[in-house]
């Protein structure tokens, strides 16, 4: 089974451009989460889209945003890039949406990430 | 969710037990903990969790206090792929509701040593 695919894995844009990150789920997995990594504030929730819509959001600026595909699929944007978006964007993937038990462990899976470099 | 704490590092000799621990004081009763970690420059991965009861899979033990103040998970047989940042987190099961928000702290950075 095809694990959590992000794309692109690496890339490198300059202040003021935007960036849209592409993500992958497992197949049958209907929850997309997305989430920041950096060295200073660690791993941070972004959002979470499970049916095209939006149901849980951190506490990020405008300028990141998403949205889910029919298909599962996920994207995230983020507009006007600053030197400290430069991060590691993970995505994650699971079944479904609200309970952790029965077959569903509510475990996360992650994908390998993109790394964003501004400069 | 309840914040956790973890030590920032720790050692551990290849082949020996690892135990890391975590303390949530302030978990609440439909709480699960849930363990991650970190391999460098790769996505977290899940390792185990639990809400009340000692679990165990392929993978790892995850010993919850009675009163689940604190737990701690053990690799059994650490070697030296194991060396990563092992991240506790404490996780509302809302059903009907979103509950993939993971509050990641800073984690514990396991080395194993050979």
């Known amino acids: 089974k095809a694990g959590v695919t992000q794309t692109p894995r690496y890339l490198i844009k300059t202040r003021g451009q935007q960036v849209t990150l592409s993500c992958s789920p497992i197949?049958?997995?209907?929850?997309v989460s997305w989430y920041q990594q950096t060295p200073g504030q660690g791993l941070q929730f972004l959002f979470e889209?499970?049916?095209?819509?939006?149901?849980n959001k951190g506490n990020f600026p405008g300028r990141f945003s998403g949205r889910q595909f029919s298909n599962s699929r996920s994207e995230m944007n983020v507009s006007t890039l600053e030197l400290g978006d430069s991060a590691l964007y993970l995505c994650?993937?699971?079944?479904?949406?609200?309970?952790?038990?029965?077959?569903?462990?509510?475990?996360?899976?992650f994908g390998e990430g993109s790394r964003l470099t501004v400069l | 969710d309840a914040k956790t704490t973890q030590p920032p590092s720790m050692d551990c000799a290849e082949g020996r037990a690892a135990n890391l621990p975590c303390n949530h004081s302030?978990?609440?009763?439909?709480?699960?903990v849930y363990w991650y970690r970190q391999i460098h420059s790769q996505g977290p991965q899940y390792i185990i969790h639990?809400?009340?009861n000692n679990e165990t899979n392929e993978m790892a033990s995850l010993i919850i206090t009675e009163d689940r103040k604190s737990s701690t998970l053990i690799l059994p047989h650490a070697t030296l792929r194991d060396t990563a940042v092992y991240y506790c987190?404490?996780?509302?099961?809302?059903?009907?509701?979103?509950?993939?928000?993971?509050?990641f702290g800073k984690g514990t950075l396991l080395t194993v040593n050979p």
């Open positions: 994650a993937s699971s079944l479904g949406y609200g309970l952790a038990g029965g077959s569903n462990t509510g475990e996360l899976f």
């Open positions: 197949s049958g997995h209907r929850s």
């Open positions: 889209y499970f049916s095209e819509t939006q149901r």
């Open positions: 302030t978990i609440s009763g439909n709480e699960y």
């Open positions: 639990g809400l009340k």
């Open positions: 987190i404490v996780r509302v099961d809302r059903s009907g509701g979103s509950n993939y928000k993971l509050t």
